[in-house]
């Protein structure tokens, strides 16, 4: 026994509410679905703060369902979030590498466009590949934006989300006054839901995600830090603030 202290909850998790920051967000999703399943109440509740907020779709999603439903429910369950019209990069699902120069282009060209001051991505702990490559991908693009000191301004932050994999949150959002767009732009996603129950696991992370936060049903988590942090941290460095650095995997694909 060394007699050190093991650390209190409260040093591992929030136990009081917070926001994303920023007034322009750029909203990576791998797949069309993670916009939502993932911090879907988030991106409602910031369109009522007066949050821009840019939806880009990555992957067709045609490995789990026909692209072209799954981009109509894209644009349906845009609307429930009164989020823009989104953009679809339509790269072939399951395909997408964090070393792929065409994926790292369009983020680019989505950064200089759209100018976010934040961007959310899924987190490089998820198990599904597409997803931790995306993750992957935005890190090896921001270090490079920045070792080449361009002009154009880089965003000031990086916010991960989880949609099927926990990560270990710094930051959670009480989402019950978004949950209700959450929910109706989920059912825009019926091929998906009835391929698996992912309605329930959108329920079920939640509710647990709420454990800490008095007086609130369903939570979202995130993991937010500076964009000059997570380009310098490397992808394995950033994975093991989130609790996992076997995320990334060896390959970097």
Known sequence: MTGRRLPDEADLIPYHGGF????????LSPHPDDEV???GATLAQAVARGVTVRVAHVTDGSAQGDATRRE???RASASHLAVA???FWRFADRSISPRCERLRRAL???LARW??????????????PDHRALALALQRTLRRWLAMGLRRRPPTWVAAYEVATPLRPNLLVAADAGWPAKLRASECYSDQLAFRPYD?????????RSLT???????EAFHVLPARTVARLGGAGWAKLMGSPCGVGRRGR
């Open 108 to 110: 680019r060209d989505a």
């Open 72 to 74: 109509t429910g894209a």
């Open 200 to 208: 329930r696991v959108m329920d079920a992370i939640g509710t647990l």
């Open 37 to 39: 399943f993932g911090p």
């Open 85 to 87: 019209e989104p953009e």
């Open 115 to 128: 100018r976010p001051d934040t961007v959310l991505v899924t987190s490089p702990v998820e198990f599904h």
């Open 213 to 219: 936060l008095d007086g609130v049903s369903h939570a």
């Open 20 to 27: 994303p920051p920023g007034d322009r967000w750029l909203v």
